[in-house]
């Protein structure tokens, strides 16, 4: 490829649909448009510099302010010269640190996921006790008006907090915690205001009756809380001590929201080893022994925060909280013992699951893209959205129970039937006393109290088959048209609800040739519809054994995961790689797509290469960051600083920033590299926390400063990870992904050449881009 062609490309553009030009004037105009969207409603661009113009071709409507995170170390003099003055007692104070930072981490989240549960039962509790009240006393209409209107006025608050506060803590959050660990810096995700949200948004939206979780959004705020952690202090509020400026980089960063991710887990399911599990398979990019052990802990803490609580909750001082712990389901009562007859049954879930968790997945697609539109238009329709499922919602709720038939209470029982004034699986709507209404115990209880209602063991007649299909009918269709609003909702307990009430269902339809449980079935029935949705195996085994308290059941929940999740690959993708998609984050696959072996580095670099000598000119530094979004920009030595050209590194745009600011600029073109060794030290061009860092506007350069020099070569990072041009895109693809790259410099193969010949960084790996430059490429071959 000629050299003319090659560019560093700007890591926060990417690529959609529609073509049009720009300049570079509407391009900024465009990105500060965008930058208080939701970025759920965004989607990537592509931006294709052209040899013979200054004009930029834009692929899409939607600039999306994306960059990836520099997870590589800059090995430079500064940072050489810090590290070789550290102590002793700095690097025992930097270990302590990360532990203590675990431990906060696991207080953090337990501390809020005991918050969210108290929460929930008690503003859930009240709601539905104040409905049954007036069900009680026939009065009918008020009881519907009761219900359906503290519902609408829970969920137009949420919507109201995400519509204007923190667009970004709609939906779950796992997609964009697993993109974060990828290495994508999206806007906003885990910013103090999203946790916010996401905390009292999650709460609110599960209260008002919404068929959604608390689960998902337990690992976004996690997340949250240990980058707010992670920040290494504050510069604005002066809470900047120097011991935590070793926290002021994204690998350390990477690590804590790692352990926040499985605390999250760990809070909403009680789950510490499932939470590890999850991280390790489904949320991290990277992982080391290290990291496992600081995660474990973390979970652990979780875990016994939790208990505490829970066992001060048993004394009654947690207003409606149940007694039963947070959604702890226990079924270990139930005989596990299963012969060839329940295998077969096993495996029948196991398929059914695949194909009912694929097609949950496209409807969640189409609806997610539908919703996405509607979002667009602003606050005001978002809430309308909100508030519309919400009477649907509501409808269904109250309306559907009143098809089932009163179903008169079983004899010794060891609860009271018909259930008053708490949470129970009998409930009596409008039946007389002594009769219960199976469809109100499933549908007029919070989602965590209907999934103990359907995992409950010996209790084969409790609902009506007939029930059963309506139920699972509604939370089917539920879940999907809900998920894609703007509040947080997580999709595990809307899948593990329609999945337990499948699983019964099948249980009743095998009840002649099977001999387990019917709240077994119930259980692996959530299995085989969790791994046909999120296609997850291992984690998701150890959190259902972690719920259920029940070691038996391993060899079954194993086999009807790994059925349910072959069979739906066959279908679609996860639905967390389908929402990643959606939302346009550049998420790196961790396998090479077919296509790629039949290209090689230098076929997707592209435009003009931008260069800086090592000692440069500022007015030439200055116009490159004006002219350009690139992050990274490769640094030549040419004579008389070298014998021929040679690449000495990659210089960071944060960087350049930070030199040009501090002014250690002469006059001659010399190396003075031991002055900027005595004026700057490795902390001030740490990472800033939340995009705080300096500003091209904060820069003020006289004009006879434009024709000084500054030398660049303290901060360059000279040991950048290069491939040569001919390598293969696939073997390419697979090393910047599991180093954690951001920028890789593609270096000619033979000699009398210039010394680079471009600039990969995520962008270039997207099937899009690369789809984009060679049409003709079959995709699948």
């Given at each position: 490829?000629?050299?003319?062609?090659?560019?560093?490309?700007s890591?926060?553009?990417?690529?959609?649909?529609?073509?049009?030009?720009?300049?570079?004037?509407?391009?900024?105009?465009?990105?500060?448009?965008?930058?208080?969207?939701?970025?759920?409603?965004?989607?990537?661009?592509?931006?294709?510099?052209?040899?013979?113009?200054?004009?930029?071709?834009?692929?899409?409507?939607?600039?999306c302010?994306?960059?990836?995170?520099?997870?590589?170390?800059?090995?430079?003099?500064?940072?050489?010269?810090?590290?070789?003055?550290?102590?002793?007692?700095?690097?025992?104070?930097?270990?302590?640190?990360?532990?203590?930072?675990?431990?906060?981490?696991?207080?953090?989240?337990?501390?809020?996921?005991?918050?969210?549960?108290?929460?929930?039962?008690n503003?859930?509790?009240?709601?539905?006790?104040?409905?049954?009240?007036?069900?009680?006393?026939?009065?009918?209409?008020?009881?519907?008006?009761?219900?359906?209107?503290?519902?609408?006025?829970?969920?137009?608050?949420?919507?109201?907090?995400?519509?204007?506060?923190?667009?970004?803590?709609?939906?779950?959050?796992?997609?964009?915690?697993?993109?974060?660990?990828?290495?994508?810096d999206?806007?906003?995700?885990?910013?103090?205001?999203?946790?916010?949200?996401?905390?009292?948004?999650s709460v609110?939206?599960?209260?008002?009756?919404?068929?959604?979780?608390?689960?998902?959004?337990?690992?976004?705020?996690?997340?949250?809380?240990?980058?707010?952690?992670?920040?290494?202090?504050?510069?604005?509020?002066?809470?900047?001590?120097?011991?935590?400026?070793?926290?002021?980089?994204?690998?350390?960063?990477?690590?804590?929201?790692?352990?926040g991710?499985?605390?999250?887990?760990?809070?909403?399911?009680?789950?510490p080893?499932g939470?590890?599990?999850?991280?390790?398979?489904?949320?991290?990019?990277?992982?080391?022994?290290?990291?496992?052990?600081?995660?474990?802990?973390?979970?652990?803490?979780?875990?016994?925060?939790?208990?505490?609580?829970?066992?001060?909750?048993?004394?009654?001082?947690?207003?409606?909280?149940?007694?039963?712990?947070?959604?702890?389901?226990?079924?270990?009562?139930?005989?596990?013992?299963?012969?060839?007859?329940?295998?077969?049954?096993?495996?029948?879930?196991?398929?059914?699951?695949?194909?009912?968790?694929?097609?949950?997945?496209?409807?969640?697609?189409?609806?997610?893209?539908?919703?996405?539109?509607?979002?667009?238009?602003?606050?005001?329709?978002?809430?309308?959205?909100?508030?519309?499922?919400?009477?649907?919602?509501?409808?269904?709720?109250?309306?559907?129970?009143?098809?089932?038939?009163?179903?008169?209470?079983?004899t010794?029982?060891?609860?009271?039937?018909?259930?008053?004034?708490?949470?129970?699986?009998?409930?009596?709507?409008?039946?007389?006393?002594?009769?219960?209404?199976?469809?109100?115990?499933?549908?007029?209880?919070?989602?965590?109290?209907?999934?103990?209602?359907?995992?409950?063991?010996?209790?084969?007649k409790?609902?009506?088959?007939?029930?059963?299909?309506?139920?699972?009918?509604?939370?089917?269709?539920?879940?999907?048209?809900?998920?894609?609003?703007?509040?947080?909702?997580?999709?595990?307990?809307?899948?593990?609800?329609?999945?337990?009430?499948?699983?019964?269902?099948?249980?009743?339809?095998?009840?002649?040739?099977?001999?387990?449980?019917?709240?077994?079935?119930?259980?692996?029935?959530?299995?085989?519809?969790?791994?046909?949705?999120?296609?997850?195996?291992?984690?998701?085994?150890?959190?259902?054994?972690?719920?259920?308290?029940?070691?038996?059941?391993?060899?079954?929940?194993?086999?009807?995961?790994?059925?349910?999740?072959?069979?739906?690959?066959?279908?679609?993708?996860?639905?967390?790689?389908?929402?990643?998609?959606?939302?346009?984050?550049?998420?790196?696959?961790?396998?090479?797509?077919?296509?790629?072996?039949?290209?090689?580095?230098?076929?997707?670099?592209?435009?003009?290469?931008?260069?800086?000598?090592?000692?440069?000119?500022?007015?030439?530094?200055?116009?490159?960051?004006?002219?350009?979004?690139?992050?990274?920009?490769?640094?030549?030595d040419?004579?008389?600083?070298?014998?021929?050209?040679?690449?000495?590194?990659?210089?960071?745009?944060?960087?350049?920033?930070?030199?040009?600011?501090?002014?250690?600029?002469?006059?001659?073109?010399?190396?003075?590299?031991?002055?900027?060794?005595?004026?700057?030290?490795?902390?001030?061009?740490?990472?800033?926390?939340?995009g705080?860092?300096?500003?091209l506007e904060?820069?003020?350069?006289?004009?006879?400063?434009?024709?000084?020099?500054?030398?660049?070569?303290?901060?360059?990072?000279?040991?950048?990870?290069?491939?040569?041009?001919?390598?293969?895109?696939a073997?390419?693809?697979?090393?910047?992904?599991?180093?954690?790259?951001?920028?890789?410099?593609?270096?000619?193969?033979?000699?009398?050449?210039?010394?680079?010949?471009?600039?990969?960084?995520?962008?270039?790996?997207?099937?899009?881009?690369?789809?984009?430059?060679?049409?003709?490429?079959?995709?699948?071959?």
């Amino acid at each position: 490829m000629d050299q003319e062609k090659n560019v560093n490309q700007s890591d926060d553009v990417h690529d959609i649909e529609n073509e049009g030009l720009l300049d570079g004037k509407e391009i900024e105009r465009y990105r500060s448009d965008v930058s208080d969207k939701n970025l759920s409603n965004t989607k990537p661009l592509l931006v294709k510099r052209t040899n013979t113009t200054s004009q930029i071709a834009i692929v899409g409507a939607n600039v999306c302010p994306i960059e990836s995170l520099d997870y590589e170390i800059i090995e430079n003099e500064l940072f050489k010269q810090d590290w070789r003055s550290r102590k002793k007692i700095q690097i025992f104070q930097y270990v302590l640190l990360k532990w203590a930072f675990a431990l906060l981490i696991g207080l953090g989240t337990g501390l809020v996921g005991f918050f969210n549960n108290i929460a929930v039962e008690n503003i859930a509790g009240f709601k539905l006790l104040l409905t049954s009240n007036l069900m009680s006393e026939d009065k009918y209409f008020k009881a519907f008006a009761a219900y359906a209107g503290c519902n609408v006025g829970l969920a137009a608050a949420a919507a109201a907090l995400c519509a204007f506060i923190a667009p970004a803590a709609a939906g779950s959050g796992i997609p964009e915690v697993k993109a974060y660990l990828n290495g994508v810096d999206a806007y906003s995700i885990l910013a103090p205001s999203t946790l916010f949200v996401k905390i009292f948004g999650s709460v609110l939206g599960v209260s008002a009756g919404f068929v959604v979780g608390k689960e998902g959004p337990m690992v976004h705020t996690g997340a949250c809380i240990a980058n707010l952690l992670g920040q290494g202090g504050s510069r604005k509020y002066h809470l900047t001590w120097k011991w935590l400026r070793y926290f002021k980089n994204d690998r350390d960063r990477r690590d804590m929201i790692t352990c926040g991710a499985a605390a999250g887990v760990a809070a909403a399911f009680r789950a510490p080893v499932g939470g590890v599990l999850f991280a390790l398979e489904e949320a991290a990019s990277w992982w080391r022994s290290a990291l496992l052990w600081r995660t474990f802990f973390t979970t652990a803490v979780v875990a016994i925060v939790l208990r505490a609580f829970i066992q001060y909750c048993t004394t009654g001082k947690c207003g409606l909280f149940g007694e039963g712990g947070l959604i702890m389901y226990d079924v270990s009562s139930a005989n596990a013992t299963y012969s060839a007859p329940d295998i077969l049954a096993v495996i029948f879930l196991g398929i059914i699951g695949g194909i009912l968790g694929s097609i949950y997945n496209y409807f969640v697609d189409k609806v997610l893209r539908t919703y996405s539109i509607i979002n667009e238009r602003g606050a005001v329709l978002k809430i309308l959205l909100v508030i519309t499922i919400s009477l649907l919602t509501s409808c269904c709720s109250f309306g559907l129970p009143w098809i089932a038939k009163c179903i008169p209470c079983p004899t010794e029982l060891s609860v009271s039937c018909p259930t008053v004034g708490k949470s129970g699986n009998y409930k009596s709507f409008q039946c007389p006393s002594g009769y219960y209404n199976d469809l109100a115990s499933l549908f007029l209880n919070t989602n965590d109290d209907a999934i103990r209602n359907l995992f409950s063991t010996s209790t084969k007649k409790e609902f009506h088959i007939s029930s059963l299909f309506i139920f699972f009918g509604a939370v089917y269709c539920l879940g999907i048209i809900t998920y894609g609003i703007a509040i947080p909702s997580g999709l595990f307990i809307p899948v593990i609800l329609a999945g337990a009430c499948y699983g019964r269902l099948v249980g009743r339809l095998f009840e002649s040739i099977s001999s387990l449980d019917t709240g077994l079935f119930a259980l692996l029935g959530a299995a085989s519809f969790l791994g046909g949705t999120m296609r997850m195996t291992v984690s998701l085994c150890i959190i259902l054994l972690e719920l259920t308290n029940d070691l038996l059941l391993l060899p079954l929940v194993m086999l009807v995961l790994l059925i349910s999740k072959t069979v739906a690959d066959n279908f679609n993708k996860g639905v967390y790689d389908q929402i990643l998609k959606i939302k346009g984050l550049p998420y790196l696959e961790a396998h090479a797509e077919p296509y790629m072996r039949h290209l090689v580095a230098r076929d997707v670099v592209s435009g003009p290469l931008v260069t800086f000598s090592g000692v440069e000119q500022v007015g030439n530094i200055l116009h490159a960051l004006r002219t350009t979004g690139h992050n990274g920009f490769p640094v030549i030595d040419e004579p008389p600083f070298s014998e021929a050209p040679e690449l000495c590194g990659v210089v960071l745009r944060s960087h350049l920033l930070v030199l040009l600011k501090g002014k250690n600029f002469s006059m001659d073109r010399v190396v003075t590299g031991d002055d900027i060794l005595q004026r700057f030290a490795a902390f001030d061009f740490a990472k800033a926390g939340s995009g705080k860092g300096i500003k091209l506007e904060d820069l003020d350069i006289k004009v006879e400063e434009m024709e000084m020099y500054i030398d660049l070569h303290p901060i360059i990072n000279a040991s950048p990870y290069t491939v040569v041009e001919t390598m293969s895109l696939a073997k390419a693809a697979i090393l910047f992904r599991q180093l954690g790259l951001r920028h890789m410099c593609v270096v000619p193969k033979s000699q009398g050449r210039p010394p680079i010949v471009g600039i990969l960084t995520r962008h270039d790996f997207m099937p899009e881009h690369i789809l984009g430059l060679y049409p003709h490429i079959n995709p699948d071959k």
